[in-house]
């Protein structure tokens, strides 16, 4: 019986090599509060990054939460309505009104001739995405935030090792918040990050993810507990020596989808967006109108033939009820993100993907022609 293709699947060295870094664990009896392989993995990730300063985190949500303390964002956000919701509920667990703008229609990232008309005497920052890990553009959004005294911070989620022309992209804005869960590109079972130009800012992050502590007596700001343990940290030091194989066999797979999908008509990929190095976090196509199927049809079909793919990102985050009330939810103000995310699917990528199933994908895929 054939085996379920589905959307993702975490990378998982062999077991083997993660058996000495328990040992050690169980040898030391450290668990958590900044261990050795934390620093460790915060020292590593620098360097393999590009980045000065980076503090980890039990989650990218938690991370995502922690920035805005961190820089003490209040009033009113303008962000994206295309992405996970996280974005959106982080702001609002801070007491943070979100303003969603539109979104580009080649790049799916938050429309920076959008923003400056959504800027009130509220709003103190921006949080765009980089979607699928494809850039935002850094510079038209600085300028913005420049002219206006606005903070930017960057939900970095898919943007892992994600470079541009002048570097990594997590180096843009105040902040950058990553996620290592299961399914990115690197994961440490559940975990996150946030990427921090200065010591200063890291210290008071630091100090926000581990109760406001700033040693055994005092406490100077309601913090959290954002820690992330030693497993985590270790199991993430195992990762990176295999990330470039990871990240190499991602790019073999974008280039057969889009060897293999280049003919079909209505069936449109995304291109790049600036980026100098991809993480092929994802693989989204566009179901558009000259396609004989919809966007719900084919992945319908496609479920049938046991290829579980996903509508990333449907709903839009203006379409859940805790946000829709808003008037920038509303759909007149978002034809862009509305339209996308009824035509949107992201197909099978993994590093153990194979030729074959890949294939089989695109078959289906090409079988909706017939329809």
């Known amino acids: 019986m054939n085996k379920p293709i589905y959307v993702t699947q975490p990378f998982l060295p062999p077991l083997d090599e993660f058996i000495p870094y328990l040992e050690k664990i169980w040898d030391n009896k450290i668990l958590t509060n900044g261990g050795p392989f934390h620093q460790q993995l915060e020292e590593a990730l620098c360097s393999y990054l590009g980045v000065k300063h980076i503090s980890l985190f039990t989650n990218g949500t938690?991370?995502?939460?922690?920035?805005?303390?961190?820089?003490?964002?209040?009033?009113?956000?303008?962000?994206?309505?295309?992405?996970?919701?996280?974005?959106?509920?982080?702001?609002?667990?801070?007491?943070?009104?979100?303003?969603?703008?539109d979104v580009d229609p080649e790049s799916l990232n938050i429309d920076p001739t959008k923003i400056e008309a959504a800027i009130t005497p509220y709003t103190t920052a921006i949080m765009p995405v980089h979607c699928y890990g494809r850039p935002c553009d850094v510079d038209a959004i600085q300028r913005i935030a420049d002219n206006y005294n606005l903070r930017v911070i960057y939900d970095a989620a898919h943007a892992f090792g994600v470079n541009g022309p002048k570097g990594s992209v997590l180096n843009n804005?105040?902040?950058?918040?990553?996620?290592?869960?299961?399914?990115?590109?690197?994961?440490?079972?559940?975990?996150?990050a946030i990427v921090c130009p200065d010591a200063k800012t890291k210290l008071r992050i630091d100090q926000l993810k581990n109760f406001g502590f700033v040693d055994e007596l005092t406490v100077v700001a309601p913090g959290i507990n954002g820690k992330m343990s030693e497993i985590n940290a270790a199991f993430g030091m195992l990762q990176l020596k295999h990330i470039t194989h990871a990240l190499d066999r991602r790019k073999?797979?974008?280039?057969?989808?889009?060897?293999?999908?280049k003919d079909i008509k209505g069936i449109r990929?995304?291109?790049?967006?600036?980026?100098?190095?991809?993480?092929?976090?994802?693989?989204?196509?566009?179901?558009?109108?000259d396609y004989p199927l919809s966007r719900d049809e084919l992945y319908d079909k496609l479920k049938t033939r046991g290829v579980f793919a996903r509508r990333y990102f449907y709903p839009l985050i203006t379409d859940f009820p805790m946000y829709r009330g808003l008037p920038s939810a509303h759909r007149d103000n978002l034809p862009t993100a509305n339209n996308a995310a009824q035509k949107v699917m992201c197909l099978p990528i993994y590093p153990t993907l194979t030729s074959e199933n890949i294939s089989k994908v695109v078959d289906c895929i090409r079988e909706g022609l017939q329809a």
């Open 269 to 289: 990929c995304l291109g790049e967006s600036g980026e100098t190095e991809a993480n092929h976090s994802y693989f989204p196509i566009l179901v558009e109108d």
């Open 173 to 192: 804005g105040d902040l950058s918040v990553l996620s290592f869960h299961a399914t990115k590109v690197f994961n440490t079972f559940e975990g996150g």
């Open 62 to 101: 938690i991370a995502l939460v922690t920035a805005l303390q961190a820089l003490r964002v209040t009033g009113e956000v303008i962000t994206t309505p295309y992405s996970f919701v996280a974005t959106a509920h982080s702001l609002l667990w801070n007491g943070i009104k979100p303003v969603f703008v």
């Open 252 to 261: 073999e797979i974008d280039g057969a989808y889009r060897e293999q999908l």
